[in-house]
């Protein structure tokens, strides 16, 4: 991959508890299998805002909701098709 790629995870208390702790250790376990992580800019954020929404978070800017361990992977799947590290 040429271009570093942002994700932001919402780690606020009510994305958090609602998940994005777990899609936290599913982004990081992704990103390492397929060795992106040198291509990745994953931080985290306090709010998105959009709570009720949630677990929410972004890639490149772009809000994903209802986020959860489940719909990750084949999220990033397709995000991130054919341009693993390997």
């Known amino acids: 991959m040429s ?3 942002e994700i932001v995870i919402c780690m606020g ?3 958090f508890a609602r998940g994005n702790a ?6 990081k376990e992704y990103l390492e299998h397929n060795q992106l992580t040198a291509a ?4 985290g954020q306090l709010c998105h805002a959009q709570c009720t ?3 929410n978070l972004m890639i490149q800017g772009r809000m ?3 986020v959860s ?3 990750l992977v084949p999220l990033l799947e397709a995000e ?3 341009r693993s590290g390997q």
């Not at 777990?22 to 982004?27: F, G, T, W, Y």
């Open 80 to 82: 991130f098709k054919g």
């Open 53 to 55: 929404n949630g677990p």
């Open 64 to 66: 994903f909701n209802g």
């Open 3 to 5: 271009d570093e790629v």
């Open 22 to 27: 777990e899609n936290l250790r599913v982004l």
């Open 13 to 15: 208390s009510s994305c």
């Open 40 to 43: 990745i800019h994953l931080r």
């Open 69 to 71: 361990a489940a719909s």
